[in-house]
């Protein structure tokens, strides 16, 4: 089955920790991204990725770190500089291109910081 | 960032009858896209309609698109209790594709 997968569903973090989130797609898509929920909210854009070896910065990147050695893979780092972490973290990918395309999202992460 | 702007927040009404949300945004768009999230899941595309289009069904799904008015409507019909989610609208605009997210309407079929 094609698809996206993140894990882990459930992430709980001590203040000042780093933490890792995982993204992986078998897709073939170009493009993906990092997106933030707060309760009730919309998505806010955290770092996108055209192409691999390649990501830019969105709306809200400080505090997130990200990479992105190989197309199917972009894992998120929340470093301690992240200053209110807890919140609903969502992936996704699409094929990519100069006009946005149907975007196909993970199941998302749910970060904690205890 | 701009977001788009949706309406109604959140909307509730008895299954059988129709649901009808509202997107309208800023800029002039590529396309627009139409999610859906039920609650504390990722999101599941529902359709795209691009910016030639006027109108677009897929199932119980009908969309519309007035580019003058830089608005878009998402109209269920028949609503089921399942239809029960977050809505949320995305428009692609400009050569560097930036992406605009609204805000989302919830919506409650009641049974």
């Known amino acids: 089955d094609g698809g996206i997968t993140q894990s882990p569903k459930y992430l709980f973090r001590k203040e000042g920790q780093n933490v890792t989130l995982s993204c992986e797609q078998n897709?073939?898509?170009?493009?993906m991204y990092w997106y933030r929920q707060d309760p009730g909210q919309g998505l806010r854009l955290i770092y996108y990725?055209?192409?691999?070896?390649?990501?830019q910065k969105g709306d809200i990147a400080e505090g997130y770190s990200v990479s992105r050695e190989k197309k199917e893979s972009f894992p998120l780092t929340v470093t301690s500089a992240q200053k209110n972490p807890t919140a609903f973290y969502l992936c996704?990918?699409?094929?990519?291109?100069?006009?946005?395309?149907?975007?196909?999202f993970g199941q998302g992460t749910r970060l904690t910081v205890v | 960032s701009q977001q788009g702007e949706e309406d109604p927040q959140a909307l509730s009404i008895q299954e059988g009858e129709n649901a009808t949300m509202n997107c309208s945004y800023k800029?002039?768009?590529?396309?627009l896209q139409w999610y859906r999230q039920n609650s504390g899941r990722g999101l599941v595309h529902l359709i795209l309609?691009?910016?030639n289009e006027r109108e677009k069904h897929s199932g119980r799904l009908r969309v519309t698109l007035d580019t003058s008015k830089k608005s878009s409507s998402l109209l269920i019909t028949a609503s089921r209790a399942a239809d029960t989610a977050s809505y949320f609208c995305?428009?692609?605009?400009?050569?560097?594709?930036?992406?605009?997210w609204g805000l989302g309407t919830s919506l409650a079929v009641n049974p």
């Open positions: 309609i691009r910016s």
């Open positions: 897709l073939n898509h170009d493009a």
């Open positions: 995305l428009c692609s605009a400009g050569n560097n594709r930036k992406l605009i």
């Open positions: 996704a990918s699409s094929i990519g291109g100069q006009v946005a395309t149907e975007a196909f």
């Open positions: 990725s055209q192409i691999v070896n390649d990501f």
């Open positions: 800029t002039s768009i590529n396309n």
